[in-house]
């Protein structure tokens, strides 16, 4: 990824700090095909019917998904997408099942920067009418991401919006295979760039608040602020988890998203929150093991 000076770089965050929040920020057996070669595993359904070839792809989430400012600031770039994307250094999902060519007629982004998992089931609702044969699912950071912990979307909440969005799925395609992606460990992130004085500068403009605001701050009150923050996401993967186990053709990534450990070169320079391309690859990475694998993760 290109170096950006200082200079410029705080230049251009500065005269984005107004919108920044306001754009969306808040193991296993490998399949036979090596990642990125185009050429997908042999469509052989396991025991429990899932096919490990899908041949159309329909994305929905957050801002992650879109890749924000994955190639410029404040911008979404789906291209560079990891569930969806045609980027080359990224290798999509889409783009590993399928072949480029293939993808690029046979694969849709409804995901929308900003949305939580209330949002989740109109993104759906517009999914199915694509009739994909897989959709890959990843929400939840900006469940967490608020201004303050107590505004953080209630555990209960957070079943119910995934329950309905499932349900909705299913009324719709009752065949259609869901991939589902655990919620990044937003205290590790924190962890990963408190020491350096440029990403906590970025950060202070009010990206992911409830976790990365003070991130200077060791007192007490600030340790709990940010544990409150973890176990939060630690119940929604829970409940992520859970709740697809319910439905034979739904996968979970295991937690995969949550323990990968994203350095700063796997995270955008412009806001040191959401995935570079980089970061993008390594997520198409984990969604590609577990679609195709021989048995879902344990």
């Known amino acids: 990824m290109r170096e950006r000076s200082r200079r410029s770089r705080g230049a251009a965050v500065a005269a984005a700090a107004a919108l920044l929040c306001g754009a969306g920020l808040a193991g296993c057996d490998a399949g036979d095909g090596p990642p990125g070669?185009?050429?997908?595993?042999?469509?052989?359904?396991s025991p429990s019917g899932w096919d490990r070839a899908p041949k159309s792809v329909a994305a929905v989430g957050d801002s992650i998904t879109r890749a924000l400012n994955a190639c410029q600031v404040l911008s979404d770039c789906?291209?560079?997408?990891?569930?969806?994307?045609?980027?080359?250094?990224?290798?999509?999902?889409?783009?590993?099942?399928l072949g480029k060519a293939e993808?690029?007629?046979?694969?849709?982004?409804d995901a929308v920067s900003g949305a939580r998992m209330a949002d989740l089931d109109a993104q759906m609702k517009k999914a199915v009418a694509h009739r994909p044969e897989l959709v890959t699912v990843l929400a939840g950071a900006n469940d967490a991401c608020r201004a303050t912990t107590s505004a953080m979307t209630p555990v209960a909440d957070f079943r119910a919006q995934f329950?309905?969005?499932?349900?909705?799925?299913?009324e719709a395609l009752p065949?259609?295979?869901v991939y589902v992606a655990s919620v990044p460990d937003l205290k590790r992130l924190w962890s990963a760039g408190r020491d350096d004085p440029a990403v906590k500068k970025i950060w202070s403009l009010g990206?992911?608040?409830?976790?990365?605001?003070d991130a200077d701050a060791l007192d007490a009150a600030s340790d709990e602020r940010r544990d409150r923050v973890r176990a939060r996401v630690v119940a929604y993967n829970e409940v992520l988890e859970e709740v697809c186990a319910e439905d034979r053709l739904c996968r979970y990534d295991g937690g995969a998203v949550f323990e990968h450990r994203?350095?700063?070169?796997?995270?955008?320079?412009?806001?040191?929150?959401h995935p570079s391309k980089d970061g993008q690859a390594r997520l198409a990475e984990i969604a590609y093991r577990t679609v195709t694998a021989k048995r879902p993760v344990a």
């Open 37 to 45: 070669s185009g050429s997908s595993p042999a469509a052989s359904p």
């Open 78 to 97: 789906p291209e560079a997408s990891w569930a969806t994307g045609g980027d080359t250094t990224v290798d999509s999902l889409a783009v590993r099942l």
């Open 103 to 109: 993808a690029a007629g046979n694969s849709w982004n």
């Open 163 to 170: 329950v309905k969005a499932l349900g909705t799925l299913r």
């Open 175 to 177: 065949r259609a295979q």
């Open 207 to 213: 990206i992911c608040p409830s976790m990365l605001g």
């Open 262 to 273: 994203f350095g700063t070169a796997q995270l955008s320079s412009w806001d040191y929150f």
